[in-house]
């Protein structure tokens, strides 16, 4: 986090993302529910989809607000790389 304003739109972001999650698994939950007519397999796929989607916004706020990656160090770094045109 660097500035108060990434804080700002990091925690919106999390607010509408936790919203849309449960509205998904509402909603599913609905579409089950209407077409099983039976609570059971009603609150295992509200589960599901609250999972898969809060997994999925989950993910994508922390690909936008994760600090950027530091390269990999190469095994043999003694070794010269291949140039593409001696080939």
Sequence with gaps: MRTLSTIA????????????????AISFGIVVAAA?????????????????????FGYSIWRTYA???????????WLPLADPATR
Aim: proline share 8%; glycine share 6%.
């Design 67 to 77: 600090p950027p990656r530091r390269p990999r160090a190469r095994k043999f770094h």
């Design 9 to 24: 739109h990091l925690t919106s972001d999390a607010a509408c993302a936790a919203l849309y999650t449960l509205s998904i």
């Design 36 to 56: 099983t007519q039976r609570l059971g397999p009603t609150l295992l796929a509200a589960l599901a989809a609250l999972l898969l989607a809060g997994a999925g």
